[in-house]
């Protein structure tokens, strides 16, 4: 079965770090993309942070450039991101979703998804 | 960065109706477009993407048509297990983009 499944979340005080972890399963791992995408409780879908199946190629949300960084490890099928100088504005449900394209074309989509893992950040 | 903008943003509608959501982009992005569904409690469902190829498994009642600028998703008979939130999404070019999301509720 196709899988993915976050972990780390937790409470952490406004200017405090925390990791994310995606484990994935049921499929081969690198030979996706992956992404970060929240949710703010009451609120829509955020793009936070997508990396290709290496690692050679990252973006980000302007909301969280320079403070937030994704990576992976491909040996061990996981997907991280490290968030740095968290805010208020970054409590949301973290959603890990794989990167998928047709055969031919790069038209990218989100096909496989976590359930999230809650980050609530608050003196 | 490229903005979504959904309309409406909420919309009420009755089994059976035909439902047409409208995605408009700030810029071209050709068809590097997709579609999702989320309910309550639930990670987001995808739909279609590439503006108009359906994912797997999903019902042929749902389609996506459109290019550059201005897309649309159709329900062409809403059924009782269609009522959720709608997001477009961009992915032409980082930082890939979600729009704000429609609601669908029962009338």
């Known amino acids: 079965e196709v899988q993915l499944v976050e972990s780390g979340g937790g409470v952490v005080r406004p200017g405090g770090s925390l990791r994310l972890s995606c484990a994935a399963s049921g499929f081969t791992f690198d030979d996706y993309g992956m992404s970060w995408v929240r949710q703010a409780p009451g609120k829509g879908l955020e793009w936070v942070s997508g990396?290709?199946?290496?690692?050679?190629?990252?973006g980000y949300a302007d909301s969280v450039k320079g403070r937030f960084t994704i990576s992976r490890d491909n040996a061990k099928n996981s997907l991280y991101v490290q968030m740095n100088s968290l805010r208020a504005e970054d409590t949301a449900l973290y959603y890990c979703a794989r990167v998928n394209r047709p055969r031919v074309g790069y038209q990218y989509y989100m096909d496989v998804w976590g359930k999230g893992t809650t980050v609530t950040v608050s003196s | 960065d490229i903005q979504l903008t959904q309309s409406p943003s909420f919309l009420s509608a009755s089994v059976g109706d035909r439902v047409t959501i409208t995605c408009r982009a700030s810029?071209?992005?050709?068809?590097?477009l997709a579609w999702y569904q989320q309910k309550p409690g639930k990670a987001p469902k995808l739909l279609i993407y590439?503006?108009?190829t359906l994912q797997s498994g999903v019902p042929s009642r749902f389609s996506g048509s459109g290019s550059g600028t201005e897309f649309t998703l159709t329900i062409s008979s809403l059924q009782p297990e269609d009522f959720a939130t709608y997001y477009c999404?961009?992915?032409?070019?980082?930082?890939?983009?979600f729009g704000q999301g429609t609601k669908v509720e029962i009338k």
């Open positions: 990396i290709n199946w290496n690692g050679g190629s990252t």
């Open positions: 810029q071209g992005i050709s068809n590097y």
């Open positions: 999404q961009q992915l032409n070019s980082y930082p890939w983009t």
């Open positions: 590439a503006a108009s």
